[in-house]
Each structure stands twice: as structure tokens, then as C-alpha cells.
């Protein structure tokens, strides 16, 4: 039975990169994203943009498989991740909470009640190591790493309620290492030699742990590489 993915975030270097990788495996993908028209456009600072997309899905007839979230606000319009408290605005970190925390909360409301009910489904978004509260010591980026925090708990919950509906279900983040594209571009200087991958190849091993996980592992949060990250 061919799968059906439901990619959002589409356009994006990650994004792209989950698409090919998820149609070399054989997926039907539907990708998604704000820079697309019609059908396909979505924007997760807009939830009446999410419900549409998602009416536009169940109007085909689908129960998707896999929904993956690959969308993320790290710099924009000049405005990058704080380097200490000075830097905080109020409006730059509600940005970064609209984008990497309440649009896939989002995205979750309205497309995980057309996943499959009592078969193996799966809810996944891209979190980040800098998310983690225990991994946490340097400081800084406060927006981000907040968002990025707040998403990994609303993951969680996400789990928690939806496995009690559908004990095959899993919903967990990713993090996809540190990606050559437009994201990373103004910190890849920093970057450990190797430590730098293509989308290509983050997006093929972010599925095969995908493919890797069971329902044991929902709520949780896992690196590239298959290793669990700590809250």
C-alpha cells in the first residue's frame, strides 16, 4: 500500500529535501507551503490558511499516513537569534513562537483528526538540539531555543492525547543537524568540519529513524542520527 505524506514547509531547503527523499521511498507526498499558490499554499501564521489546507486534503479523499512539519524561524527582515537579554523584543520572539510552536499546534489540530484511527500513523515536526532545556550551555538565541522548547513540550501532548485514540499513533520532533541552507547560512562559519550536512542527505536519515520508531517512542525527540535528545 503506497503511503501518503503530507509535507509542510515544502519549499524550504529541508523541506524540498523530505519531498524528493520521501518520493524516491515510493510516498504519495502532497507538499505544502506558504510560498506555493493555490492548493498548495499554507501558512502556519494564519490558521484559517492550516484548516483550508487541510479541508483541501480531506477533499481528496486522503487519510495521510505521516504529516512532517519542516517549516522554522531561526532569522528574517534583519532580525536574527538574541546574543544576550539586551537583545529581547517582544515582538521577534512572538514571531518565533507563531512559526516554530503555535503553527504546528496548529497544523496538528486540523490534520491529525484525518490520519488514519486505528492504524499506524505518524505527526512529525522539525524541533532542534538548542531546544533542549538540559543541553542548554551557552546561553543565548532566547527566542528560538524557547520556541523550539515549547514545541518539543507541545509534541508531547500531542502524544499523550492522541495515543489514547489510536494506541499506533507516534508524534515526535526531529532535529536535523545543522543543514546547508538558507536557515543555517549566517552561522555556518561556526560549524565543525563535517558537522555541515546537505538536505538530501539529513532528509533521508530523519526517515529512516521515522521508519525506525514505534509507538514506544511517541512524545519523544530524536536527532538525525536515531539518538534520543532530553528534554
Known amino acids: 500500500m503506497t503511503r501518503t505524506t503530507v509535507i509542510i514547509g515544502a519549499s524550504g531547503g529541508i523541506g524540498a529535501a523530505l519531498v524528493r527523499q520521501a518520493e524516491t521511498r515510493g510516498h504519495a507526498v502532497i507538499g505544502l507551503a506558504r510560498s506555493f499558490s493555490g492548493e498548495r499554499h499554507v501558512n502556519l501564521e494564519d490558521e484559517a ?38 537583545d529581547l523584543d517582544a515582538v ?16 496538528a489540530k486540523h490534520f491529525v483528526p484525518l490520519m488514519p484511527r486505528n492504524a499506524p500513523a505518524l505527526f512529525a515536526a522539525i524541533g532542534a538540539r538548542v531546544g533542549s532545556i538540559s543541553d542548554n550551555r551557552l546561553g543565548g538565541w532566547y527566542g528560538y531555543r524557547a520556541a523550539k522548547a515549547a ?8 502524544a499523550i492525547e492522541w495515543g489514547r485514540r489510536n494506541d499506533q499513533s507516534i508524534a515526535v520532533a526531529l532535529h536535523p543537524g545543522t543543514v546547508d541552507t538558507a536557515l543555517s547560512k549566517p552561522f555556518q562559519a561556526n560549524v565543525a568540519e563535517g558537522r555541515l550536512f546537505d538536505a538530501d542527505l539529513s532528509a533521508g536519515m530523519m526517515l529512516d529513524v521515522l521508519d525506525g520508531l514505534s509507538p514506544a517512542d511517541s512524545g519523544g525527540i530524536f536527532a538525525f542520527d536515531g539518538s534520543a535528545i532530553q528534554p
Open 151 to 158: 514545541l518539543h513540550m507541545t509534541i508531547r501532548n500531542i
Open 92 to 107: 521577534w520572539m512572538a514571531r518565533n513562537f507563531a512559526v516554530n510552536t503555535i503553527g504546528p499546534a496548529l497544523v
Open 49 to 86: 490558511s492550516i484548516a483550508a489546507a487541510a479541508a483541501r486534503v480531506a477533499d481528496l479523499g486522503l487519510a495521510p499516513d505521516r504529516v512532517i512539519i519542516a517549516t522554522g524561524l531561526l532569522h528574517a527582515d534583519g532580525r536574527g537569534p538574541e546574543k544576550s537579554m539586551k
